[in-house]
C-alpha cells in the first residue's frame, strides 16, 4: 500500500463507482465490502486510518454483555457472529480470551452464571467455548490482585480482543489489494450536486495542500462523530442525528493486575460495566460514557472520569491504584444514534443506522468495532440501489484479511502482524540496525518503522507512534522518549530533511504529553 501509487490513481480517474468519507472501521469495511464485490472505490480519510473512535476502543470483540442485561438479543446476536467470523477471517489481530466476573454474592454468582449461559447459547455455532461458575480461590488464583474479603467466586467467560488499529490498518491494505484506492491525508471540504443529487467530491490532500474534484455513482458518509458535518455540506438545515458520548481509558503496568485473564465488573457505581483487559504486557481499564457536544479527534479525559475508573477499579482489588501509576489515558468519542426521548447516551442503543437523504447521500453511524462488517455489508447494499450499480453479491463473510495465516507463532511477541512478519525478518536481512529496539521495554524494532512506512502508508510520526505500533496508547513517556528516532528513521525512508524531523519530533511530543495524566489535568 503505498500513498504516492494512491494519488497516481486519483489523479487518473475522474469518476468511481462508491466514494466512501471517512477511514475508521466502518469506512474501511465498506471499502473492503465495495472493492471485493468489484465496484471502483476510493476511500478518503482525512488524517490517518483510525485516527478518530476507532484507535480508541476498548478492544474487545464482544457481543456486549450490558446490552444482553438491555434486552437487545438482536445486537448481541449479531455481534457475537462477527466476532466469530472477525476471530476466523483476522486471526492474527484477534484472540479468544477469558474474561472473569467476580461475584461478592451468592445471587450474583446465580445470576450472572445464568446471564453468561444465555450468552453462549447467543453464540450459536460461532461460540469461543462454555461459561464456567469457579470457586474464590479458583478466581482469586486467576485474577491474584482482586480483593478476597466476602468474595464468593467468579464466572468465567470466553470472549474476543484485537488491536483495533493493526486491523484498521490490515484493512485498508485488503481494500487495497482488491483494487480500492485509498488515501489518508484526503479530507473532504464539500460535496459537488448536480440537479440537488450528490454528484462527488471536493477534497485537499492535506499534505500537500492540493485540491481536487472527483465524481461519483453514490457517496457513502461514514465519518462516526462527524456524520452530521458532513450531512451538513448537503443540508446546512438537517437536524443531527449523532449524540457523541465519550469513554476514557487508562493504561497500567502489568504489575497492577496480573494473570493473563481479563476482568469485567459488572456494575459499577453508576450502574454500567468496567473491564481490565491484558494487551500488549499492559492492562486497559476502562470505560465511561459521557455526552459530550464538542467534537474533535484528540477528545480530553475529564478529571471526574479517570477519578471514577480508579475508584471502581481500587473497589475490587487488594492494593489501591494512584493518578502516578497511570502510563497512558485514552479517550475517543461514540457515534451513537440520537433517539427520541433518551437523554442518556449509556441507554441509547448501540444499533447502526444507515440514512439516506433526498440527494441521495448515504450516512452511516452508530455500531461497534465488533460488526463494522455488517455494516459495511448493508451500506454497500443500500448504496448499489442508490448508485443504480449492477448488483452483485457481497463476499466478506469467508474473506480472509490482510495478514491472515493458518498458524500463528503465539510465542513471537509481534505474532499480531501475522503473514507480514515475514516481510518484518526480510528487512532485518535489508539492514542489521533495523533489528534493534526502538525502545527497551517494547518488542517493536526498527523495522517495524521501515515497514510502516513502505507497506502502510504511514506519514507521521504519530502514525507511526500511534497507530502502526500502540506505544503511545500504552505508555506515553517511553513514546515521547521514541519520536526522535522514529521521525530520523521515517525521513531516511522518505527523503526528509532535519526540518521536518524536527518539527514531526516536536508535534508529536505536543501530542503525547496529553496521553500523560500530569498534563491531562492542566489541560482541563
Ligand atoms: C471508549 C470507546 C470504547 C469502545 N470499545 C469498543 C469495543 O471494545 N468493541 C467494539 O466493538 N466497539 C467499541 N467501541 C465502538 C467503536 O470503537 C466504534 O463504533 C467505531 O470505532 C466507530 O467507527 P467509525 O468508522 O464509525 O468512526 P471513526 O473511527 O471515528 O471514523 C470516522 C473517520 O472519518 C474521518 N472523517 C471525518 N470527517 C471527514 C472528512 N470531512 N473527510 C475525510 N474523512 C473524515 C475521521 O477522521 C475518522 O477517522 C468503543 C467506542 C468508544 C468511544
Not at 472520569?305 to 497512558?328: M, V
Not at 528487512?427 to 517493536?444: A, G, R
Request: aromatic share 8%.
Amino acid at each position: 500500500m503505498n500513498r504516492e501509487l494512491m494519488l497516481h490513481s486519483l489523479n487518473e480517474s475522474s469518476h468511481w463507482d462508491i466514494i466512501i468519507i471517512g477511514g475508521g472501521a466502518v469506512g474501511l469495511g465498506a471499502a473492503v465490502d465495495a472493492a471485493s464485490r468489484g465496484y471502483k472505490t476510493l476511500l478518503l480519510e482525512q488524517e490517518d486510518f483510525a485516527k478518530g473512535t476507532s484507535s480508541r476502543s476498548t478492544k474487545l470483540l464482544h457481543g456486549g454483555v450490558r446490552y444482553l442485561a438491555q434486552g437487545n438479543f438482536k445486537l448481541v446476536m449479531e455481534a457475537l457472529r462477527e466476532r466469530g467470523l472477525l476471530l476466523k477471517n483476522a486471526a492474527h489481530v484477534c484472540s479468544n480470551s477469558d474474561f472473569i466476573i467476580p461475584v461478592y454474592t451468592w445471587w450474583g454468582k446465580l445470576y450472572y452464571g445464568f446471564g453468561m449461559k444465555i450468552y453462549d447459547i447467543l453464540s450459536g455455532k460461532l461460540g469461543l467455548g462454555n461459561t464456567k461458575i469457579i470457586s474464590k480461590a479458583k478466581t482469586h488464583s486467576l485474577l491474584p490482585s482482586i480483593k478476597i474479603e466476602q468474595l464468593k467466586g467468579g464466572i468465567v467467560y470466553k470472549d474476543g480482543q484485537f488491536d483495533d488499529t493493526r486491523l484498521a490498518i490490515n484493512l485498508a491494505q485488503t481494500a487495497a489489494e482488491k483494487g480500492a484506492t485509498i488515501l489518508n491525508y484526503g479530507m473532504v471540504t464539500g460535496l459537488i450536486k448536480e440537479n440537488d443529487k450528490i454528484k462527488g467530491v471536493l477534497l485537499t490532500d492535506t499534505l500537500s495542500r492540493k485540491e481536487y474534484q472527483t465524481n461519483a455513482a453514490v457517496v457513502i458518509n461514514a465519518t462516526g462523530v462527524f456524520t452530521d458535518a458532513v450531512i451538513q455540506m448537503d443540508n446546512p438545515k438537517q437536524p443531527p442525528l449523532v449524540s457523541p458520548s465519550q469513554g476514557v481509558h487508562l493504561v497500567l503496568d502489568k504489575k497492577f493486575f496480573p494473570g493473563k485473564d481479563a476482568m469485567m465488573i459488572p456494575k459499577t457505581t453508576d450502574g454500567r460495566v468496567l473491564f481490565a483487559v491484558p494487551w500488549h504486557h499492559k492492562v486497559i481499564v476502562g470505560t465511561t460514557d459521557t455526552p459530550l457536544d464538542k467534537i474533535t479527534l484528540e477528545p480530553i479525559a475529564l478529571e471526574e472520569e479517570i477519578n471514577f475508573i480508579i475508584r471502581n477499579f481500587n473497589k475490587y482489588q487488594s492494593t489501591s491504584i494512584q493518578k502516578e501509576d497511570i502510563l497512558s489515558i485514552f479517550a475517543g468519542l461514540r457515534p451513537l444514534v440520537k433517539i427520541k426521548k433518551v437523554n442518556k447516551t449509556s441507554l441509547m442503543p448501540r444499533d447502526h443506522k444507515i440514512v439516506i437523504s433526498s440527494s441521495g447521500l448515504i450516512s452511516i453511524t452508530g455500531g461497534k468495532w465488533t460488526t463494522y462488517r455488517k455494516m459495511a455489508e448493508d451500506v454497500i447494499d443500500k448504496a448499489l440501489v442508490i448508485g443504480q450499480l449492477l448488483k452483485k453479491d457481497c463476499v466478506t463473510k469467508h474473506l480472509k484479511i490482510h495478514g491472515w495465516q493458518n498458524e500463528i507463532n503465539k510465542t513471537d511477541a509481534l505474532n499480531y502482524y501475522g503473514s507480514d512478519l515475514t516481510e518484518l525478518k526480510k528487512l532485518y536481512l535489508e539492514n542489521k540496525d533495523w533489528t534493534l529496539l526502538l525502545h527497551p521495554d517494547f518488542p517493536y524494532t526498527k523495522a517495524c518503522v521501515i515497514l510502516a512506512v513502505r507497506n502502510e502508508m504511514a506519514m507521521t510520526t504519530e502514525d507511526v507512534l500511534a497507530r502502526r505500533t500502540r506505544m503511545l496508547f500504552l505508555d506515553a513517556k517511553a513514546a515521547i522518549e521514541t519520536a526522535p528516532v522514529v521521525s530520523r528513521l521515517m525521513a531516511a525512508e522518505m527523503n526528509k530533511d532535519d526540518v521536518w524531523i524536527a518539527g514531526q519530533t516536536k508535534s508529536f511530543i505536543t501530542l503525547a504529553k496529553r496521553y500523560l495524566i500530569i498534563n491531562q489535568q492542566q489541560t482541563l
